[in-house]
């Protein structure tokens, strides 16, 4: 038996999806494997038990794995966790709110003096919607008792599931269409649902007891969702509502009700109030006819919420029983930003709203519809702003969104999750399409960043002390020279297709820029392959404090500074208790990503950023008056940091940056940053 224990680092907890990613990962294993965390356990193999754990971020949890090929689960596991889960780990400063300007722009506040005619919620998606009331109602499920036989409930429970996953799959594909490809994995989530395996043990028990596959289906989600619901976190609390949305879907096709609803939309716009809207609700509604919603319970933390603000849709929630006393046709003014529902307003308040509403709009739909213009600041210097991604998927988002290019495309996403490494033909035809979908733009692709703290089941790693001070990134491929060789020759034959650049992770010394550069060289030789740009990231001090040195010899640098601070400031960037402590703002990082600009410029090289400090909007004026020529950041965030960009005046920054310097915090500087705003 393999036992450890970690502490879960994401912002919140052991939320849906980051607990789908691990079962998924689980289930890739014979053994059996469980999770405890306080006196509750789970098998790591079902997303609702784990669920059920309530684990918020900074609760620890206890793994026992017992099986054949224990050893190689646990390390995969523990690895999986120390790296997020796939979710960014909390760093220091918050980025860009992808759904909201608000973090930019400040709207009037409507204030209605007639309190009877307002109803206070919660503020769940930003946005200020103005029309008419319709109430949307669902249809009532009754359940069918009437047993047949086990062959028969188990075939209509199976027909059921099979059509439940094309919906749901459907309603994936959708969001991903809209640009909302990260809230679209929640239906992946449902789709996990289907897939439970204690969930389906549950109903099979009941079916085999002669109840109907309906009611069976019923009491087990129930029960799950029950316990859920009691769960003191209320971000896991309402992870209930998915587990009845998915409940809800599979019952109504089990009934042969496969719309799920009477409500026929107006062929005017309205504000819809509902009691809750699901996930499934949410995203099927038609944004040509649907202004916003108003839920009478619910929460800003909810799929359905989480849904609303990808998709552009205000929405305040928990408003409360009354807003369901509403007449249909009611005008309303709801506005997303408040929490509020203004019920018939008189004009001097329908006034102030439709102003506030037309400075949002003009805000955002400004934003969006330049988000394909440069970034040039008002005194005309210009900032390249691109795309952090990790798949051609995200390609193709990014160049929608107006991304100049990519500042790093991730491309562990291709080593993990497999037994044996990727083949060349399999890593050519991934970098041809992602240059394809850049059409002509840039696109940096960091080589294998894989280590002892990412272990690969084909690359035998000892296990070490500190893995982030170990063997990773550029180490561990130069002493792999056959894993960098065809990675090398795959981008090499792909840049026949599109402007590829090549970036080597973790570089410490010149010794290994001059051995990786080697390797490029022969292998272009070999190909008959045009030149490409090289550079490095500047993750680690020394190649801060030594970038005079490397700047020669590199086309570029790209400054990683989710690491570069951990190592500056020596804390580790997963540490629940120093999480605070931890910010790219400080003086020292600062101080060195001045020296890595001001040397790089020297020699004619241009400088990215490609942490998360490139979307936080007090770093954006630093980084910019700190001379950074390009800022790679996430695909929906692109369009606000390039209107924030272009706000600015590059010679008051500059006037910003000389006092930051001299500051001796990191809260010192963001105090600096927000009277300069």
């Not at 919140?12 to 079962?23: D, F, Q």
């Not at 929640?186 to 389906?200: A, Q, S, T």
């Not at 509020?340 to 102030?352: F, G, H, N, S, Y």
Request: glycine letters at 6%; a negative charge; charged letters at 25%.
């Amino acid at each position: 038996m393999r036992e450890f224990q970690l502490v879960i680092q994401n912002r919140t907890g052991l939320h849906a999806r980051p607990a789908k990613v691990l079962v998924k990962a689980t289930k890739k294993f014979e053994s059996d494997i469980r999770i405890f965390h306080g006196d509750k356990q789970a098998n790591a193999k079902s997303m609702i038990s784990v669920l059920t754990l309530g684990v918020e971020c900074g609760g620890e949890v206890r793994f026992e794995v017992v099986g054949a090929d224990e050893d190689a689960a646990a390390q995969a596991l523990r690895s999986l966790i120390e790296q997020g889960l796939d979710e960014e780990l909390p760093s220091t400063s918050v980025p860009v709110s992808a759904s909201s300007p608000k973090s930019e722009v400040v709207l009037p506040v409507i204030q209605d003096q007639n309190v009877g005619k307002q109803l206070t919620g919660v503020p769940a998606a930003p946005g200020i919607a103005i029309g008419p009331v319709f109430q949307w109602q669902r249809n009532q499920i009754i359940v069918d008792e009437t047993f047949t036989d086990v062959v028969t409930e188990r075939a209509s429970l199976d027909k059921a599931f099979q059509a439940a996953k094309e919906q749901l799959v459907a309603l994936h594909n959708k969001l991903v269409t809209q640009s909302a490809a990260s809230e679209a994995a929640i239906f992946e989530v449902h789709l996990e649902v289907l897939e439970d395996p204690e969930l389906l043990e549950r109903v099979y028990e009941g079916i085999e007891s002669q109840h109907s596959a309906a009611h069976a289906w019923q009491v087990a989600i129930d029960d799950r969702a029950n316990i859920l619901a009691a769960l003191s976190d209320s971000l896991l609390a309402a992870r209930a509502a998915d587990l009845r949305d998915v409940g809800d879907r599979v019952l109504r096709l089990l009934l042969g009700d496969k719309d799920g609803d009477s409500n026929v939309l107006p062929a005017y716009p309205v504000i819809v109030v509902a009691s809750n809207l699901t996930p499934s609700d949410t995203a099927a509604l038609d944004s040509d006819k649907v202004l916003g919603f108003c839920t009478a319970a619910g929460g800003p933390t909810a799929h359905s919420a989480i849904i609303a603000r990808a998709r552009g849709l205000p929405a305040v929630v928990s408003a409360g029983e009354a807003v369901l006393r509403l007449k249909n046709e009611t005008l309303v003014i709801l506005d997303g930003d408040a929490g509020t529902l203004i019920i018939d307003p008189d004009a001097e308040v329908l006034k102030a709203a439709q102003i506030a509403q037309s400075q949002y709009r003009a805000c955002w739909d400004a934003a969006q519809k330049l988000s394909s213009e440069p970034a040039i600041t008002q005194d005309g210097h210009r900032v390249e702003v691109v795309a952090n991604i990790g798949g051609v998927d995200d390609a193709q988002q990014a160049y929608a969104r107006g991304a100049e290019g990519v500042g790093l495309l991730r491309t562990e996403f291709l080593f993990l999750d497999r037994d044996t490494p990727p083949t060349e033909e399999e890593q050519f035809e991934v970098y041809r399409d992602i240059a394809l979908a850049l059409k002509g733009q840039p696109v940096i692709i960091r080589t294998l960043d894989i280590g002892g703290d990412k272990p690969l089941p084909y690359v035998a790693v000892p296990e070490e002390m500190n893995p982030f001070l170990g063997e990773r990134g550029i180490r561990l491929c130069l002493a792999r020279p056959h894993l960098l060789r065809q990675q090398l020759r795959a981008i090499l034959r792909a840049s026949e297709h599109g402007k590829l650049r090549i970036m080597f992770p973790m570089v410490s010394d010149i010794s290994e820029v001059r051995q990786a550069r080697a390797m490029v060289e022969e292998l272009q030789s070999q190909l008959g392959a045009g030149s490409v740009e090289i550079g490095i990231m500047v993750e680690v001090p020394s190649a801060a404090l030594l970038s005079d040195i490397f700047a020669p010899e590199v086309d570029f640098f790209s400054i990683g500074t989710n690491d570069l601070t951990q190592y500056t400031l020596a804390i580790d960037r997963t540490h629940a208790t120093l999480a605070n402590k931890l910010d790219g703002l400080h003086p020292a990082v600062l101080r060195l990503i001045a020296r890595t600009v001001e040397s790089a410029h020297q020699a004619g090289k241009w400088v990215g950023v490609c942490g998360e400090l490139g979307s936080d909007p007090q770093a954006i004026p630093v980084l910019v008056g700190l001379g950074v020529d390009e800022l790679s950041v996430s695909t929906p965030a692109i369009p606000m940091v390039k209107a924030q960009v272009r706000e600015l005046q590059l010679e008051s920054l500059r006037v910003l940056v000389s006092e930051v310097l001299a500051c001796s915090t990191a809260s010192e500087v963001r105090d600096k940053v927000k009277t300069m705003r």
